[in-house]
């Protein structure tokens, strides 16, 4: 087995890069590409810890990328960040080894003891917390980019942290020119995409147009309904599906209370949460607040204490051993089809497909959409749509909405009748913008202009 030594050098020096120093006791967690493990380190006399060991070959992030966040994370510290003690190389493994929050994340407890959700104290203390962190990290010119609740770790003091940096970014390094880009509204702006499909803000999915540190906030405005919940919004829908309601209906906060009341299980939130998650959700990014001015928001003003956070939601919890063993027997048994206990099942499969989805590119292209969904995609003329325009008024839907199609096997003919008229349709959108150009004397080289029709 292989370890990185020039990696071990640039992180905290106290403990060793060198698997043969610890031990594994148990698993505690599994992510899209890693487990997560509790372990002890034998020469820091048996400290526990956590590895996350993340398979290189399945990592979104690439070696490079994993390895440069990791050593811009050594350089941060706040009490509500989660830093990692050192990371090194195991064969294609890349171990993480950090402190063990003994309450896991707050996915993990919401979805063993509170399937309904957290009571709206508990949410603003969790909620606050992570506010700090994305406050000091934003500050720091750092976006999180995954911010959810399987991301927020309690410890059993009731203290939170945010955690799990392996997409993160820096928004004034300059290093990746693919993944940054020039805009009007801000110097540097990134346009890779990257993080967790049912929390991803709407700028991201158009990753063209660049975002920012707003970008945390929408998922921080996700990760407040998921707590009040116990699932993101839209969760319930195929991943597919879920992208196209987000880039076409432009979701809001009151599109999820509709979605609940028609559950029959809508919960009353205080007006001071649905205001601050609106804000949040807003779809122009330069209208969401700030990580500062959300700290400010009446929603956090009379945040209790972290014992509050022991007594409300960790007394009684099962370890976290316990209630990974669980989720995986579940999960186990849902996949074979032989669980007997259908809410069981049901919760069991929701889970997979919360943690197990993860969203990018080629997923977008080849996402398998079922027959029933791409019918559903259809309007009453017989065109395929999902509601038309996104802000700039080019419809981007429909070109998903048609390989939704094609995956889904609808009649080929119809489908090139439809593509046929949407590409006459995209040409007309040109020709407007082309002509507005012109209006407004901002006329651009035939270079410039092939360029910007290509995109
Ligand atoms: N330092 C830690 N201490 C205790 N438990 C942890 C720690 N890190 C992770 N876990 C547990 O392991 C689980 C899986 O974590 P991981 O970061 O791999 O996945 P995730 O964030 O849920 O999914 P993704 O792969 O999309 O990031 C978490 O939900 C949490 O319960």
Same mark, same amino acid.
């Given at each position: 087995m292989a370890h990185d030594g020039e990696w071990k050098r640039n992180e905290r020096p106290q403990f060793p &890069? =060198? /698997? *043969?120093?610890?031990?594994?006791?148990?698993?505690?967690?599994?992510?899209?590409? &890693?487990?997560?493990?509790?372990?002890?380190?034998? /020469?820091? =006399?048996?400290?526990?810890? &956590?590895?996350?060991?993340?398979?290189?070959?399945?990592?979104? *992030?690439?070696?490079?990328?994993?390895?440069?966040? &990791?050593?811009?994370?050594?350089?941060?510290? +706040?009490?509500?960040?989660?830093? *990692?003690?050192?990371?090194?190389?195991?064969? @294609?493994?890349l171990w993480v080894v950090m402190p063990f929050m003994s309450a896991g994340s707050l996915q993990s407890i919401v979805t063993s003891s509170f399937p309904g959700g957290l009571s709206e104290p508990a949410i603003a203390m969790v909620l606050r917390n992570t506010l700090l962190a994305l406050s000091y990290l934003h500050n720091q010119g750092?976006?999180?980019r995954d911010v959810k609740a399987g991301n927020i770790l309690m410890d059993s003091n009731g203290s939170v942290k945010l955690a799990d940096f392996g997409v993160s970014a820096s928004i004034y390094e300059s290093h990746t020119s693919q993944g940054l880009s020039r805009s009007s509204s801000s110097p540097l702006m990134l346009t890779d995409v990257t993080g967790t499909l049912y929390w991803m803000a709407?700028?991201?999915? +158009?990753? +063209?147009?660049?975002?920012?540190?707003?970008?945390?906030?929408?998922?921080?405005?996700?990760?407040?309904?998921?707590?009040? +919940?116990?699932? /993101?919004?839209?969760?319930h829908l195929p991943p597919s599906k879920s992208l196209l309601?987000?880039?076409?209906? @432009?979701?809001?906060?009151? =599109?999820?209370?509709?979605?609940?009341?028609n559950d029959n299980s809508r919960k009353k939130f205080s007006k001071a949460f649905k205001d601050m998650v609106a804000s949040c959700l807003d779809q122009?990014?330069?209208r969401r607040p700030t990580a500062d001015k959300l700290l400010k928001h009446s929603f956090f003003r009379n945040c209790k204490g972290s014992e509050f956070l022991v007594r409300s939601v960790l007394l009684g919890l099962p370890c976290i051993e316990e209630r990974f063993r669980r989720s995986k027997a579940s999960a186990a048994s849902a996949v074979s089809g032989g669980g007997e206990d259908g809410d069981e099942v049901q919760e069991c499969k929701r889970e997979r497909r919360i943690s197990g989805w993860n969203f990018n590119e080629d997923m977008l292209e080849l996402d398998p959409v079922f027959p029933s969904e791409a019918v559903q995609l259809r309007t009453e003329s017989g065109e395929l749509s999902?509601?038309?325009?996104?802000?700039?008024?080019?419809?981007?839907?429909? /070109?998903?909405?048609?390989?939704?199609?094609?995956?889904?096997?609808? =009649?080929?003919? *119809?489908?090139?009748?439809?593509?046929?008229?949407?590409?006459?349709?995209?040409e007309d959108e040109i020709q407007k913008v082309d002509y507005l150009i012109g209006l407004l004397g901002l006329g651009f080289g035939g270079e410039e202009t092939s360029k910007r029709e290509e995109e």
């Amino acid at each position: 087995m292989a370890h990185d030594g020039e990696w071990k050098r640039n992180e905290r020096p106290q403990f060793p &890069a =060198d /698997p *043969a120093s610890y031990k594994i006791l148990d698993e505690i967690g599994m992510g899209v590409s &890693a487990t997560v493990y509790k372990a002890v380190c034998l /020469p820091k =006399d048996s400290a526990v810890v &956590a590895i996350k060991s993340i398979d290189l070959d399945q990592s979104r *992030a690439d070696f490079d990328t994993l390895r440069r966040e &990791a050593k811009m994370m050594s350089l941060l510290s +706040h009490p509500n960040i989660l830093n *990692a003690h050192c990371s090194f190389t195991v064969g @294609r493994r890349l171990w993480v080894v950090m402190p063990f929050m003994s309450a896991g994340s707050l996915q993990s407890i919401v979805t063993s003891s509170f399937p309904g959700g957290l009571s709206e104290p508990a949410i603003a203390m969790v909620l606050r917390n992570t506010l700090l962190a994305l406050s000091y990290l934003h500050n720091q010119g750092h976006l999180h980019r995954d911010v959810k609740a399987g991301n927020i770790l309690m410890d059993s003091n009731g203290s939170v942290k945010l955690a799990d940096f392996g997409v993160s970014a820096s928004i004034y390094e300059s290093h990746t020119s693919q993944g940054l880009s020039r805009s009007s509204s801000s110097p540097l702006m990134l346009t890779d995409v990257t993080g967790t499909l049912y929390w991803m803000a709407p700028e991201v999915i +158009h990753s +063209h147009r660049g975002y920012s540190f707003k970008a945390d906030i929408w998922s921080f405005g996700i990760t407040a309904l998921e707590l009040a +919940h116990g699932r /993101p919004p839209l969760s319930h829908l195929p991943p597919s599906k879920s992208l196209l309601m987000k880039i076409t209906k @432009r979701f809001r906060f009151s =599109d999820y209370e509709i979605e609940k009341h028609n559950d029959n299980s809508r919960k009353k939130f205080s007006k001071a949460f649905k205001d601050m998650v609106a804000s949040c959700l807003d779809q122009d990014p330069s209208r969401r607040p700030t990580a500062d001015k959300l700290l400010k928001h009446s929603f956090f003003r009379n945040c209790k204490g972290s014992e509050f956070l022991v007594r409300s939601v960790l007394l009684g919890l099962p370890c976290i051993e316990e209630r990974f063993r669980r989720s995986k027997a579940s999960a186990a048994s849902a996949v074979s089809g032989g669980g007997e206990d259908g809410d069981e099942v049901q919760e069991c499969k929701r889970e997979r497909r919360i943690s197990g989805w993860n969203f990018n590119e080629d997923m977008l292209e080849l996402d398998p959409v079922f027959p029933s969904e791409a019918v559903q995609l259809r309007t009453e003329s017989g065109e395929l749509s999902c509601g038309g325009t996104d802000e700039s008024g080019s419809n981007l839907s429909s /070109p998903m909405a048609a390989a939704a199609a094609v995956e889904g096997h609808l =009649d080929r003919e *119809a489908m090139v009748g439809t593509l046929v008229v949407l590409r006459r349709s995209l040409e007309d959108e040109i020709q407007k913008v082309d002509y507005l150009i012109g209006l407004l004397g901002l006329g651009f080289g035939g270079e410039e202009t092939s360029k910007r029709e290509e995109e």
